[in-house]
């Protein structure tokens, strides 16, 4: 169809002549609400962009000599990202002498990454970086889904609530309902204050 008719059916229909495929022989138009068509593409883009998860990487430090406690606290860390869908970059950081004894660090890795075997798994083996050793563990939950199940337990845990709330509610009416509170009995005078003085 000649060009000078395509935009004469579009403009008889109100609408525009998109060129869809300039290198086609012949090339191919299309009648469309242009501005419509551009509209609805952003609102595709957007979604999109709203559906895609962004993996964020945790950054946990420890030092080779790291304390029992201290350990069992930054382990809750790394525990908490991997629950969340997080990646967790894991630091060793040498200092002085611990420079010569890599084997150490490398150590505490591999207890680490055993410790967190059922929430994470080792996604970069340790490796040694100047002063730090470095490891990166990956969840098995992707993101989304560890949004979801966190939500549920947050929905569980508000439901136990507010069930506990209303059970000590009813108790108190029950309470209240079954007979008159008892009097408080009146204050006398304290026994140790001294007899000559008046009232």
Do not use: W
Not at 13 to 34: N, R
Not at 42 to 67: G, Y
Not at 133 to 152: E, S
Request: proline letters at 5%; hydrophobic letters at 35%; charged letters at 35%.
């Amino acid at each position: 169809m000649p060009t000078d008719q395509a935009l004469k059916l579009a403009q008889e229909a109100d609408l525009d002549l998109v060129e869809i495929a300039p290198q086609g022989k012949p090339p191919v138009c299309k009648l469309m609400d242009y501005g419509k068509f551009k509209y609805e593409n952003a609102q595709k883009a957007r979604e999109a962009r709203r559906n895609q998860t962004n993996v964020i990487i945790k950054e946990m430090k420890l030092r080779p000599k790291i304390d029992a406690h201290d350990y069992e606290t930054k382990k809750g860390h790394v525990v908490r990202f991997l629950r969340a869908g997080d990646k967790v970059k894991i630091t060793i950081m040498f200092r002085g002498r611990e420079q010569h004894r890599p084997e150490l660090g490398f150590r505490l890795l591999q207890r680490l990454a055993e410790d967190v075997t059922e929430l994470g798994f080792v996604e970069s083996s340790p490796k040694q970086d100047g002063r730090n050793m470095i490891m990166v563990l990956g969840p098995h939950k992707k993101k989304a889904d560890a949004r979801i199940d966190m939500q549920a337990e947050k929905d569980s845990k508000a439901a136990e609530r507010a069930a506990l709330v209303e059970e000590e509610q009813a108790e108190r009416e029950a309470a209240h309902a079954a007979g008159p509170v008892a009097q408080k009995k009146e204050r006398g005078r304290s026994e140790n204050l001294d007899p000559e003085i008046e009232a």
